[in-house]
């Protein structure tokens, strides 16, 4: 048993998608919250930038003894995962492209991953869709904007989110997918728009965020080191952006809360 924290890290507000997930199937587990904010958008940075934040968030979360860190980022796991794993003596999640389910699920034979520049041009991403290319038919598509229109908050704004939503995924749909993988943290907050995209066709929207929850529980008990089922789980949240930020994320999370 260890009641130290899981420690999720994100470019920014995406990771909470995950930490909603992750709030929801581990009840006992005290969470640590960072999000980037200052440096948010990580998918259009080179691979030596986003290390490098990666490496900072990291540090910070060690500070807060930590005994797990799921990296709630897509593009901070395609770029960086495999260092982390060298560097540091705890276990890590990172966020695996959903390409298997989406590919054994899938009725057409097409499916289609909307991403980040980064996620889609990384080694894990790649290695993933050779995998199953002899099953389906894999298509991508760039989230241009999905990530910006989170961070603003303006993911309700059905006159500012579909638009943009619209542009990555109709491409996929007019070429017969009938999986829409989400292969960033953030994109699940857009996912009203994308059903409405979808309409009436028999198309499933992929969301990675309960199988990260699956193997982090999965670790914890492989690594004997889950809270006990009598200590009271506390949630906290910190960033390298302004207290406005922090605000914004934590009021986030609230509202989440609130969903369950």
């Not at 968030?57 to 980022?73: D, F, Q, T």
């Not at 899938?106 to 894990?124: K, N």
């Not at 990530?147 to 995924?169: D, F, L, N, Q, T």
Request: net charge negative; aromatic share 6%; charged share 25%.
């Amino acid at each position: 048993m260890n009641n130290n924290p899981i420690g999720v890290f994100d470019s920014g507000i995406g990771g909470l998608s995950v930490w909603k997930e992750l709030r929801q199937a581990l009840p006992h587990e005290s969470i640590v919250y960072l999000a980037d904010g200052k440096n948010c958008p990580y998918g259009d940075k080179s691979a030596e930038e986003v290390t490098a934040f990666v490496l900072h968030a990291i540090e910070e979360l060690m500070r807060h003894n930590v005994k797990l860190i799921v990296v709630a980022c897509n593009t901070a796991t395609a770029v960086a995962i495999d260092l982390l794993r060298k560097q540091y003596d705890i276990p890590f999640v990172g966020m695996e492209p959903a390409v298997k389910p989406a590919a054994l699920s899938s009725e057409s034979g097409v499916i289609g991953i909307l991403a980040t520049h980064a996620s889609l041009q990384g080694d894990l991403f790649r290695n993933t869709c050779a995998k199953y290319a002899d099953k389906v038919r894999i298509l991508s598509s760039v989230g241009e904007g999905f990530v910006e229109c989170v961070e603003k908050g303006e993911e309700h704004s059905a006159h500012i989110a579909e638009p943009i939503v619209r542009r990555a995924v109709e491409p996929l749909l007019a070429e017969g997918a009938d999986r829409i993988v989400l292969g960033c943290t953030h994109y699940p907050f857009l996912t009203h728009h994308i059903e409405k995209v979808i309409g009436e066709r028999k198309v499933e929207i992929v969301n990675p965020a309960p199988a990260v929850a699956r193997r982090t529980e999965w670790l914890l008990k492989e690594h004997n080191i889950k809270a006990s089922t009598s200590h009271k789980a506390e949630y906290s949240f910190i960033t390298f952006a302004d207290d406005g930020y922090l605000a914004r994320i934590t009021d986030k999370a609230m509202a989440l809360t609130m969903e369950n």
